[in-house]
């Protein structure tokens, strides 16, 4: 089946700092891969959709200059949170969509961000 | 506002018998429906799917009902086994638009236990 990885799975920065976030898929193309983010015990929220090759379209309420979003190739992704604070700690995760016309996505296992 | 609501927090279920998780939903462009599960600290694994032109799609222990007009959808787990434990996730996209296309809005999920 589709496999989605992330990397780091985990990562602890001090405020102020930035962190980048990979997401790969590994055995298909994704033309679309999209950004959430989770809170605990909370709904996955639809942070962006990021295209290859061009802009990513972010969602109402999330700040683009601060989750930037980079799909330069058809299996890679990157999400750097920029000048991250305490209230950007959260469960981050993406997903990749095989095919333009394919409804169905494909997730990693998140990364769990914790700013200190 | 949350345009998918899955009203049951939790459910718990004895090993064996039947599962059931409901899904209501207020857009009437959305026109395919998703169920995923989720373990803690991982990304969501997709289960099974339906269009709104079907009423019911079947995978092995997996059933989903869809009622349009209702708006009401319905995921059935029969025989529940331990390893169904998780937060199960009802997803839903609009083919209407290509902004909305493959968009997921997801409910905020069920916690299922199920219990020997």
């Known amino acids: 089946g589709a496999v989605v990885s992330q990397h780091p799975s985990w990562v602890i920065c001090k405020s102020g700092t930035s962190v980048k976030i990979e997401c790969r898929s590994l055995?298909?193309?994704?033309?679309?891969m999209f950004w959430y983010r989770q809170f605990p015990k909370q709904s996955l929220m639809l942070m962006a959709t990021?295209?290859?090759?061009?802009?990513?379209?972010?969602e109402q309420g999330v700040e683009k200059d601060k989750f930037l979003i980079n799909h330069a190739s058809l299996t890679l992704s990157t999400l750097t949170v920029t000048s991250a604070h305490p209230e950007d700690s959260s469960f981050y995760i993406c997903?990749?969509?095989?095919?333009?016309?394919?409804?169905?996505?494909?997730f990693g296992p998140g990364t769990r961000l914790t700013v200190t | 506002d949350q345009q998918v609501k899955q009203n049951s927090p939790s459910l718990s279920v004895q090993e064996g018998r039947i599962s059931i998780l409901n899904c209501d939903y207020t857009?009437?462009?959305?026109?395919?429906f998703l169920w995923y599960k989720k373990y803690p600290a991982e990304g969501p694994t997709f289960l099974i799917s339906?269009?709104?032109?079907?009423d019911k799609n079947e995978d092995g222990r997996f059933t989903v009902f869809l009622n349009k007009s209702a708006k009401h959808l319905s995921l059935h787990i029969v025989p529940s086994q331990p390893g169904d434990s998780a937060v199960y996730f009802c997803?839903?996209?609009?083919?209407?638009?290509?902004?909305?296309?493959?968009?997921?809005?997801f409910g905020a999920g069920t916690q299922v236990v199920v219990t020997p």
């Open positions: 997903s990749a969509r095989a095919g333009a016309n394919s409804y169905e996505q494909y």
């Open positions: 055995d298909f193309q994704a033309t679309t």
């Open positions: 990021s295209n290859e090759g061009s802009k990513a379209t972010y």
């Open positions: 857009n009437s462009m959305f026109d395919y």
């Open positions: 339906i269009s709104s032109i079907k």
């Open positions: 997803a839903a996209t609009s083919s209407m638009t290509t902004d909305s296309w493959g968009k997921l809005q």
